[in-house]
């Protein structure tokens, strides 16, 4: 939230070179190309999981043997994406 109050303290002096305000969107849209691509991570191993576990026990889920064990998974975890 300090890149907003940035951007606000900007729109307060209309005469300053807008170079801070490029620069605070343009990390903006890092982070959120950052996320699209966590996210996108996530549907592909959430998608994984349930193609191997359509029904049968807990015991012998595919999902819940995942979530137990993150070796399990194809791609790495990036928790402050997801959480975001």
Same mark, same amino acid.
């Given at each position: 939230?300090? !890149?907003? /109050?940035? #951007?606000? @303290?900007?729109?307060?002096?209309?005469? $300053?070179?807008? *170079?801070?305000?490029?620069? %605070? !969107?343009? /990390?903006? #849209?890092? @982070?959120?190309?950052?996320?699209?691509? $966590?996210?996108? *991570?996530?549907?592909?191993? %959430?998608?994984?999981?349930?193609?191997?576990?359509?029904?049968?026990?807990?015991?012998?889920?595919?999902?819940?043997?995942?979530?137990?064990?993150?070796?399990?998974?194809?791609?790495?975890?990036?928790?402050?994406?997801?959480?975001?």
């Amino acid at each position: 939230m300090a !890149a907003l /109050a940035d #951007l606000l @303290d900007l729109a307060g002096h209309p005469e $300053a070179p807008c *170079a801070h305000a490029d620069r %605070l !969107a343009e /990390a903006r #849209l890092q @982070d959120v190309r950052r996320r699209i691509a $966590a996210l996108q *991570a996530l549907e592909v191993e %959430l998608e994984r999981m349930l193609a191997g576990c359509r029904s049968g026990t807990v015991e012998s889920c595919a999902v819940m043997e995942s979530l137990a064990d993150h070796a399990q998974c194809i791609g790495p975890h990036d928790r402050t994406a997801l959480n975001g």
